[in-house]
């Protein structure tokens, strides 16, 4: 089984930066996807961006420029520095991480931009 905890989300001006961090434990594969999704009320769940474990990336064309996703493979973690906020950035922000056709998820962190 996995684990994954999400911290860092918060209140924020449009314009700034927040730094989110996801940590697995459990049986954790070496080969795996991890990556962040964000629902916003009202929305479906949508794909924010994804981190291989080699280290490949993939963004959404909504935060491209302003958003970085990394990891630490030694850590089991995975981070999303966030900058240039703005208001449709908020939403709640969910840890996923994909092994074996298997997915998992985090309990979610909100993230909130007032403008």
């Known amino acids: 089984q996995v684990q994954l905890v999400e911290s860092g989300g918060g209140l924020v001006q449009a314009g700034g930066s927040l730094r989110l961090s996801c940590a697995a434990s459990g049986i954790i594969f070496k080969i795996n996807v991890m990556g962040w999704y964000r629902q916003a009320p009202g929305k479906q769940r949508e794909l924010v961006a994804t981190i291989t474990s080699t280290g490949s990336t993939n963004y959404d064309d909504s935060v491209k420029g302003r958003f970085t996703i990394s990891r630490d493979n030694a850590k089991n973690t995975v981070y999303l520095q966030m900058n240039s906020l703005v208001p449709e950035d908020t939403a709640v922000y969910y840890c996923?991480?994909?092994?074996?056709?298997?997915?998992?998820w985090g309990q979610g962190t909100q993230v909130t931009v007032s403008s």
């Open positions: 996923n991480l994909v092994a074996v056709l298997n997915h998992y």
